[in-house]
């Protein structure tokens, strides 16, 4: 499959979720941005814009299975992995996998469940697999994870680690749409009587496989890479800025800026390509300082600044 090609199927994988989900076109892009590039997402939202809607209308228009764990208080490690179960009829133990093998997993709500709870996503979302008793089991492919939180809840939530955070590829939020937007929501759910939208599938999981493989074809010069690398550098210089982006994070930029040349039908990398998804890939690892966290000082506003600083590359298209 080559860049066009791949332009192509996105294009109708992005229409047939538009066709349920009302939000910003760009939104969605950098969802699927994060999934050409193996990456995970996460939604921060305020309830009932429509984050599970999206996650499960994207996993059936991928043709993927999909998977939705409620996380709460009382929630278990084992209850998202998996356990051993013992077997009476001959004596043994047999492995009952949790919810957490599909190929699109959605954890509605991480932020209420407890940090041990939390972390028996790490090794699923660095490795792509479980480990139980001892056991390592593989999970499917492809794999993601795609998790919500609100940040309207501060009382029986915990806030993810900056170990987990950095495990997510992309944050992003889908924002209230605008009053057209909202009178077509109504518009189409008085034309038909299911209570939620549905989709179709529009491609299957080899076709998903086949288009994670495209990215790695395209081009991104030597100006451009260094770009990536300076703004990744220049997040750990701001002084209000405690922790900046690591390598890892300089590293998941460079893999998502191919993967939107890809959605937008181009096999090479322009610097307003590192713009558009520098935010989303970058501001979620962001620690600020305490003097900072006092102000109001947000981890957008600062990467705004990074971005002004650093000059932009010329590069011949």
Known sequence: MDVTDAAGECTA????????????????????????????VLFEDVPGVGKTLTARSLATAL????????????????????????????????????????NVVLADEINRAPPKTQAAL??????????????????????????????????GTFALPEAQRDRFMIKSSMGYP????????????ASRTAQAPSVGPVV????????????????????????????GRATRMDERVEVGVSPRGIQRLFE?????????????????????VADAVFAHRLVLTAESSVRSVSKRRVLEDVLDRVEVPTVDE
């Open 13 to 40: 994988v992005l229409d047939e979720v538009q066709s349920a989900v009302i939000t910003d076109r760009t939104f969605l892009e950098r969802v699927l941005t994060g999934i050409l590039a193996r990456g995970h």
């Open 63 to 102: 043709g993927l299975e999909f998977s939705r764990v409620q996380f709460t208080p009382d929630l278990l490690p084992s209850d998202v992995t998996g356990t051993n179960v013992y077997n009476e009829g001959d004596g043994s133990f047999e492995f009952a996998e949790g919810p957490i093998f599909a």
């Open 122 to 155: 790490l090794e699923a979302m660095e490795e792509r697999q479980v480990t139980v008793d001892g056991e390592t089991y593989q999970l499917p492919e492809p794999f993601f994870v795609m998790a919500t939180q609100n940040p309207v809840e501060q009382e």
């Open 178 to 189: 605008e009053r057209d937007g909202e009178l077509e929501l109504l518009d189409r759910r």
């Open 204 to 231: 299957d999981p080899e076709t998903v496989r086949d288009l994670q493989q495209v990215p790695e074809s395209v081009t991104v010069e030597r100006k451009v890479r260094e770009y990536v690398v300076d703004l």
């Open 256 to 276: 998502a800026v191919r993967a939107y040349a890809t959605i937008a039908g181009r096999d090479y990398v322009v610097p307003d390509d590192v713009k558009q």
